[in-house]
């Protein structure tokens, strides 16, 4: 049962356009949201979070937008970059204990920005 | 700047053996989490820790275990290695007030 889904595995962009990247979730009690950015043969690695009382969050060119009433959120880039090409996994923290904080992945897009 | 070292970047074995991965992070993190990542499947949960020798199930427990002796360090077992363990495993920390986790570079391992 996958509480996190990422419909889409594979996106691809062109250098300078925008590239908007979806996740959806299930579970009501997840209260925390990240965005990580993985390459080839390396861990993924933090890229932007956004809590559930708010509906945006921007960081440079990533920001971030949540629906919690459609369960819905999603990355955008702008503008999208080469180097952007990556995996992209969405993440919902799941509280665990109240000392724990367990992450739920999605299942990842893969982004590939054309020259 | 954190660090979570994985002992091996990739791994060859056989059917049956016993396998170790191990992994070690420098941030005196309270918790510690085992992930393995497979194509369509995303990252999955094996095990996590959230202090010394306490250890919690994940969501794909079967066939694993796990050890923490020591805070800095997590170690994931592999009881009888089976070719569908075949994947990529990623270890992870994280301190009990955030929610962000500092990945490793994962350990690719083939079991033939």
């Known amino acids: 049962d996958q509480q996190v889904k990422q419909n889409s595995p594979s996106l691809s962009v062109q250098e300078g356009r925008i590239s908007i990247l979806n996740c959806d979730y299930t579970?009501?009690?997840?209260?925390?949201f990240l965005w990580y950015k993985k390459y080839p043969a390396e861990g993924p690695t933090f890229l932007i979070s956004?809590?559930?009382?708010?509906d945006k969050n921007e960081d440079g060119r990533f920001t971030v937008f949540l629906n919690k009433s459609a369960k819905h959120l999603s990355l955008h880039i702008v503008p999208s970059q080469p180097g952007d090409s990556a995996v992209y996994f969405c993440?919902?923290?799941?509280?665990?204990?109240?000392?724990?904080?367990?992450?739920?992945f999605g299942t990842g897009t893969l982004l590939a920005v054309q020259p | 700047d954190v660090k979570v070292t994985q002992s091996s970047r990739y791994l060859v074995k056989r059917t049956g053996e016993k396998v170790f991965l191990e992994c070690v992070q420098d941030?005196?993190?309270?918790?510690m989490f085992w992930y393995r990542q497979d194509p369509g499947l995303g990252l999955r949960l094996i095990y996590f820790?959230?202090?010394?020798?306490?250890?919690e199930k994940g969501d794909i427990p079967e066939g694993y275990s796990v050890s923490r002796e020591k805070k800095e360090r997590f170690s994931l077992i592999l009881e009888s290695a089976s070719t569908n363990q075949t994947s990529m495993y990623l270890c992870?920390?994280?301190?009990?007030?955030?929610?962000?986790?500092?990945f490793g570079q994962g350990t690719r391992l083939t079991v033939v």
């Open positions: 992870a920390s994280s301190p009990p007030s955030r929610v962000l986790a500092f």
């Open positions: 579970n009501s009690m997840f209260d925390y």
């Open positions: 956004i809590s559930s009382i708010k």
């Open positions: 993440a919902a923290r799941a509280a665990y204990g109240g000392a724990t904080n367990k992450l739920i």
């Open positions: 941030m005196d993190h309270e918790n």
């Open positions: 820790s959230y202090d010394v020798k306490m250890k």
